[in-house]
């Protein structure tokens, strides 16, 4: 029998794994080494428990599974998803690392198509790279206060996990 913290390295172990990027939901994941856990809730409080912004994990033998990854802060779903938080994160240390090697440079009139060129060459991995599925709008202008400021601006779409499947069947006697 072993403590939560346990569960959760195991978990952060499978999310930071080279094997598996930022995007990669934490719905579905299993987690390797337990055999069960100590107390299981039905479906009715693992929903209560979830709402309250808890990952919820759920036994599957010989695995324990993640039942929904969640963050505390359920206050829409760009917040209370851990790989969109993940991507936005992703997104912000690439474009620091991408945009970084401009900073002391002369701040001549082309430098604002260059830096709006290296962004847009990122955004483009990015997407290829399933972490993101569309950009648009990158734009870079001299800040109106400051002269030795560059602002720019960039919108991206994260991937969404698919977390759930609306069936519905109709039944007919006949076709």
């Known amino acids: ?57 759920q036994d599957q033998p010989p695995f324990i599974k993640v039942r929904h990854g969640l963050t505390t802060d359920m206050t829409n779903i760009l917040t209370k998803l851990p790989t969109i938080v993940m991507i ?4 912000q240390r690439q474009a620091r690392s991408v945009l970084e090697v401009f900073i002391g440079l002369k701040f001549l009139p082309g430098i604002l198509s260059q830096i709006e060129g290296r962004l847009s ?31 720019v601006e ?10 759930y499947i609306v069936l519905t069947f109709h039944l007919r006697s006949s076709l």
């Open 1 to 57: 029998l072993v403590d939560g913290p346990y569960l959760a390295a195991a978990l952060m172990g499978s999310i930071v794994s080279p094997n598996v990027d930022v995007a990669t939901p934490w719905t579905g994941r299993r987690l390797v080494g337990f055999t069960q856990l100590a107390r299981q809730l039905d479906a009715v409080q693992a929903n209560q428990v979830a709402t309250k912004g808890v990952t919820i994990l």
């Open 88 to 91: 936005a994160d992703e997104v």
């Open 121 to 151: 060459m990122m955004m483009k991995a990015l997407v290829s790279a399933q972490i993101s599925t569309a950009y648009t709008g990158i734009k870079a202008n001299v800040s109106a206060d400051d002269p030795t400021v560059a602002e």
């Open 154 to 163: 960039a919108f991206y779409s994260p991937v969404f996990p698919l977390l």
